[in-house]
């Protein structure tokens, strides 16, 4: 009697640890797009991702850089102090996107331009991304903003 409740025993934790691992497998697999990784434009410039990676850039736009009306794309530079990338960006932008301030986009890297298919811009006075605050001031550019 003991052997049969004990081969039962190891049957639930066999099956359990099976359906764990295939539970794990589609989370991962469904999340596989999901994931962008935050890049600063030094890091870019230094290891050029591959032309299909998407992932997220963030840090200052460059003043001056700033060109609308080529149509609908709209052209601007990126940089951290350390590293200028050049991006695209078809669409909107928010409406606090301008230049000197802080932002991130989601795109590809393609050709030395970043393709960007969304722009976040900071939303208030002294708000700016951890990772563009942390990139910028890796480079020794960032500046507190006046209200701390």
Not at 45 to 66: C, T, Y
Not at 82 to 94: K, M, N, Q
Not at 114 to 124: N, Y
């Amino acid at each position: 009697m003991k052997s049969l409740k004990k081969k039962r025993r190891v049957q639930v934790i066999a099956i359990a640890a099976l359906a764990l691992v295939a539970a794990t497998a589609l989370i991962g697999y469904g999340m596989r797009d999901g994931i962008n990784f935050f890049r600063s434009p030094t890091q870019v410039l230094a290891e050029p991702p591959a032309p299909n990676e998407v992932f997220r850039i963030g840090g200052l736009v460059e003043d001056g850089s700033l060109r609308r009306g080529d149509g609908e794309v709209i052209r601007f530079n990126v940089t951290d102090g350390g590293g200028i990338v050049p991006v695209t960006y078809r669409g909107v932008l928010p409406d606090l996107f301008e230049e000197n301030q802080g932002m991130v986009g989601t795109g590809s890297y393609r050709n030395g331009v970043f393709e960007a298919s969304e722009i976040l811009a900071k939303h208030d006075e002294s708000y700016m991304p951890k990772e563009v605050v942390d990139a910028l001031k890796e480079q020794g550019v960032y500046k507190e903003p006046s209200g701390s």
